[in-house]
C-alpha cells in the first residue's frame, strides 16, 4: 500500500522510517510479477544535494524520477518540522546500504560494486565476505576519475554490470554524478535495485570513520567531516545548508502554516 510523500522545496521526500524503506525495498528484490522489471532506484535527499539540484537540471530530474527519495540529513527532518510535516527520522544510505546486506543475507544474493577506488573495493569485498558470506560480489568496477564519462566508457561500464547480472548495484560516485549516472542508464541495466550510496563506501570499507551514535542521534553527522575535509565540505555544510533552510522558511511563509503532505505516485514510496 502506498504511504505519503512530502514536499520539501519541491521534491516528494517519503515520511516513512528506516524500517518501511527497507521493507519497499525487499518487496523490489522479492518482487517475481515482472521478471523484466530493472532500474529501480532511490535517493538519498539532504539540504546540499536539493540545494544544488536547483541550478542541475538532470540532478533535478534524476530525483524527481527516483522511485523512493529518503531524507538524508538533519536539514530535510528540521525542514518538515518547520513546516509541520511527518518526516520523524533520517534515512541514510548506509541504513539502506545495513539493511540491504541483512535481508539478502538469509536468502542470498548478489552485489555489483561501481565507484571509489580499487583498494577502498577490495576492503568491501573482504569485509562483505566476513559478515555476510550468503551474498556473492559478482563484480566491482572503480571508474575513470572525469566529470563526465564518455559515451564509450558508458556503454563498457553497463555492458560489464549486465554481464554479472546482479540483484543489487550500489553506486558510489558522490552526488550529483551518481544520481545522474544511474538516471541516463538506469533502463539498460539488468538489477532490481540501483543504490547511490556515496559515501557509504568509505564508511563500509573503513577509509573514513563513520561518526559516533551521540553525532548521528543530535543531528551533528556532518560536523567530524568537515572537520577532517574542511576544503572540500565547507561549502555544502556552511552555504547549503543555510540557504535550504532559509528556503523553507520563505515556501512555509508563502503556503501559510499547512504542511506539504501528498500521496506517493506510483512506486514513490511503497511500505508493506
Same mark, same amino acid.
Given at each position: 500500500?502506498?504511504?505519503?510523500?512530502?514536499?520539501?522545496?519541491?521534491?516528494?521526500?517519503?515520511?516513512?522510517?528506516?524500517?518501511?524503506?527497507?521493507? $519497499?525495498?525487499?518487496?523490489?528484490?522479492? &518482487?517475481?510479477?515482472?521478471? %523484466?522489471?530493472?532500474? +529501480?532506484?532511490?535517493?538519498? =535527499?539532504?539540504?546540499?544535494? $536539493?540545494?544544488?539540484? !536547483?541550478?542541475?537540471?538532470?540532478?533535478?530530474? =534524476?530525483?524527481?524520477?527516483?522511485? $523512493?527519495?529518503?531524507?538524508?540529513?538533519?536539514?530535510?527532518?528540521?525542514?518538515?518540522?518547520?513546516?509541520?510535516?511527518?518526516?520523524?527520522? /533520517?534515512?541514510?544510505?548506509?541504513?539502506?546500504?545495513?539493511?540491504?546486506?541483512?535481508?539478502?543475507?538469509?536468502?542470498?544474493?548478489?552485489?555489483?560494486?561501481?565507484?571509489?577506488?580499487?583498494?577502498?573495493? &577490495?576492503?568491501?569485498?573482504?569485509?562483505?565476505?566476513?559478515?555476510?558470506?550468503?551474498?556473492?560480489?559478482? %563484480?566491482?568496477?572503480?571508474?575513470?576519475?572525469?566529470?563526465?564519462?564518455?559515451?564509450?566508457? &558508458?556503454?563498457?561500464?553497463?555492458?560489464?554490470?549486465?554481464?554479472?547480472?546482479? &540483484?543489487?548495484?550500489?553506486?558510489?560516485?558522490?552526488?550529483?554524478?551518481?544520481?545522474?549516472?544511474?538516471?541516463?542508464?538506469?533502463?539498460?541495466?539488468?538489477? /532490481?535495485?540501483?543504490?547511490?550510496?556515496? @559515501? *557509504?563506501?568509505?564508511?563500509?570499507?573503513?577509509?573514513?570513520?563513520?561518526?559516533?551514535?551521540?553525532?548521528?542521534?543530535?543531528?551533528?553527522?556532518?560536523?567530524? +567531516?568537515?572537520?577532517?575535509?574542511?576544503? /572540500?565540505?565547507?561549502?555544502?555544510?556552511?552555504?547549503?545548508?543555510?540557504?535550504?533552510?532559509?528556503?523553507?522558511?520563505?515556501?512555509?511563509?508563502?503556503?501559510?502554516?499547512?504542511?506539504?503532505?501528498?500521496? *506517493? !505516485?506510483?512506486?514513490?514510496?511503497? @511500505?508493506?
Amino acid at each position: 500500500m502506498p504511504t505519503d510523500t512530502e514536499r520539501i522545496t519541491g521534491y516528494q521526500v517519503t515520511t516513512s522510517n528506516h524500517l518501511e524503506c527497507l521493507d $519497499l525495498i525487499d518487496s523490489w528484490l522479492d &518482487d517475481k510479477r515482472d521478471e %523484466g522489471q530493472r532500474g +529501480r532506484y532511490f535517493v538519498c =535527499a539532504n539540504p546540499h544535494s $536539493l540545494e544544488v539540484a !536547483r541550478k542541475d537540471g538532470e540532478f533535478s530530474k =534524476a530525483i524527481a524520477a527516483a522511485d $523512493l527519495v529518503v531524507p538524508d540529513g538533519f536539514g530535510i527532518v528540521l525542514a518538515s518540522r518547520l513546516s509541520k510535516g511527518n518526516i520523524r527520522e /533520517r534515512v541514510t544510505g548506509t541504513m539502506l546500504f545495513l539493511g540491504v546486506c541483512r535481508a539478502l543475507n538469509v536468502g542470498g544474493g548478489s552485489f555489483y560494486f561501481l565507484g571509489s577506488k580499487e583498494a577502498t573495493l &577490495d576492503r568491501i569485498v573482504k569485509r562483505l565476505a566476513a559478515e555476510y558470506p550468503n551474498i556473492r560480489v559478482v %563484480g566491482t568496477c572503480s571508474p575513470p576519475f572525469a566529470e563526465e564519462f564518455s559515451a564509450e566508457t &558508458d556503454n563498457s561500464m553497463v555492458e560489464n554490470i549486465n554481464r554479472a547480472n546482479p &540483484d543489487v548495484l550500489w553506486v558510489g560516485m558522490t552526488a550529483p554524478k551518481q544520481e545522474k549516472w544511474i538516471f541516463r542508464n538506469r533502463n539498460r541495466i539488468n538489477a /532490481r535495485l540501483l543504490g547511490p550510496i556515496g @559515501a *557509504a563506501f568509505d564508511f563500509y570499507a573503513g577509509t573514513v570513520k563513520y561518526p559516533s551514535p551521540w553525532f548521528r542521534e543530535h543531528g551533528l553527522e556532518w560536523l567530524p +567531516r568537515l572537520l577532517r575535509q574542511p576544503r /572540500r565540505l565547507w561549502r555544502r555544510n556552511l552555504v547549503s545548508g543555510p540557504m535550504f533552510l532559509a528556503r523553507v522558511l520563505l515556501d512555509r511563509r508563502s503556503a501559510g502554516s499547512k504542511p506539504h503532505n501528498n500521496a *506517493a !505516485r506510483p512506486g514513490a514510496g511503497v @511500505a508493506r
